[in-house]
C-alpha cells in the first residue's frame, strides 16, 4: 500500500492498446522495439507514475502474464477492449477503483511516452484542471482540399497520456459517445482542456516507418543516458 505522501497514491492509469493495427499491418503493440514489445514500454513508464495501471487489450491477449511481471510493485489488471476506442477506455474504466482521483489514459502505441510528460499531465490535475493534455506545435504547413492554407500558429498536435479528474472522466464517458480522445468526451461535456508542453519524440505508431524512427529514438536516448559528462574544466 502507498504512503499518504507518495506522488502516485490516487493515480490510475488506463493504457488503451486493443487496437488490431488495421492501418500498420499487424498489433504493433506487441511488436518488439528494443528488447521489449510496444505495449510494454507504455506500462512501465505508466506504472512509475501511478498506484495502479489497467491495461486494456485485444480479448485473444488478455491472458498476457508478461505485463505485471514487467511493473513488480504495482498493481497491474488486463481487460479485453471493445470494438471502439472509446469502448475500450470504458472497459479500462470500468475497474479502476472508486476512490481514484486522477485518471490517466494512453495510448499503448505511444511507447516513448517519458516521465516528464507524465509528470505533466498529473501536476496540472492535481493543480485543479478537470482536463490536461500534452501538445506540440504543428510545423508543417497544412492546407484544405481543394485550397486555403490554414493558419497553423494556431493549431497544436495533441498527444498521450492525457491526465483528468477522475470524476469528470467517468462523467464524460457516461454518455457512451465515442470520440477520437478522451479529452475531446471531456470538452463536449463542458469540461474545459488544459495544454501541457508535450515531445516531438512521443510519437504514435501508425506505420511500419514510424516504428523505425522509435527505434532510433530509443537507442540514441539510451547511448545519451550512458556517456559519460562532458568535463567543463
Known amino acids: 500500500m502507498l504512503g499518504d505522501s507518495d506522488p502516485r497514491r490516487g493515480v490510475w492509469v488506463v493504457v488503451v492498446a486493443a487496437g488490431s493495427g488495421t492501418r500498420f499491418g499487424a498489433p504493433k503493440q506487441f511488436l518488439d522495439l528494443a528488447g521489449r514489445r510496444v505495449v510494454d514500454h507504455s506500462v512501465i513508464v505508466a506504472a512509475r507514475h501511478a498506484e495502479g495501471v489497467v491495461v486494456v487489450l485485444p480479448a485473444e491477449r488478455v491472458a498476457d502474464s508478461a505485463l505485471a511481471a514487467e511493473c513488480a510493485g504495482s498493481l497491474v489488471a488486463v481487460v479485453a477492449g471493445a470494438d471502439s476506442r472509446a469502448g475500450s477506455t470504458r472497459a479500462g474504466l470500468a475497474v479502476v477503483p472508486a476512490d481514484a482521483e486522477v485518471i490517466v489514459v494512453h495510448d499503448g502505441a505511444r511507447p516513448l511516452a517519458d516521465d516528464a510528460v507524465y509528470a505533466?499531465?498529473?501536476?496540472?490535475?492535481?493543480?485543479?484542471?478537470?482536463?490536461?493534455?500534452?501538445?506540440?506545435?504543428?510545423?508543417?504547413?497544412?492546407?484544405?482540399?481543394?485550397?486555403?492554407?490554414?493558419?497553423?500558429?494556431?493549431?497544436?498536435?495533441?498527444?498521450?497520456?492525457?491526465?483528468?479528474?477522475?470524476?469528470?472522466?467517468?462523467?464524460?464517458?457516461?454518455?457512451?459517445?465515442?470520440?477520437?480522445?478522451?479529452?475531446?468526451?471531456v470538452e463536449a461535456a463542458g469540461g474545459t482542456v488544459v495544454l501541457v508542453p508535450g515531445d516531438p519524440r512521443n510519437l504514435k505508431l501508425t506505420t511500419p516507418a514510424d516504428l523505425l524512427v522509435a527505434r532510433a529514438l530509443l537507442t540514441e536516448t539510451r547511448l545519451a543516458e550512458t556517456r559519460p559528462a562532458e568535463n567543463d574544466s
Open 120 to 185: 505533466s499531465v498529473v501536476a496540472a490535475v492535481r493543480a485543479g484542471a478537470v482536463a490536461a493534455v500534452p501538445s506540440v506545435p504543428v510545423t508543417d504547413t497544412i492546407r484544405r482540399h481543394g485550397g486555403g492554407v490554414i493558419d497553423r500558429s494556431t493549431l497544436v498536435a495533441v498527444q498521450t497520456p492525457q491526465g483528468f479528474a477522475a470524476s469528470a472522466l467517468r462523467a464524460a464517458h457516461a454518455s457512451g459517445h465515442d470520440a477520437t480522445d478522451d479529452a475531446t468526451l
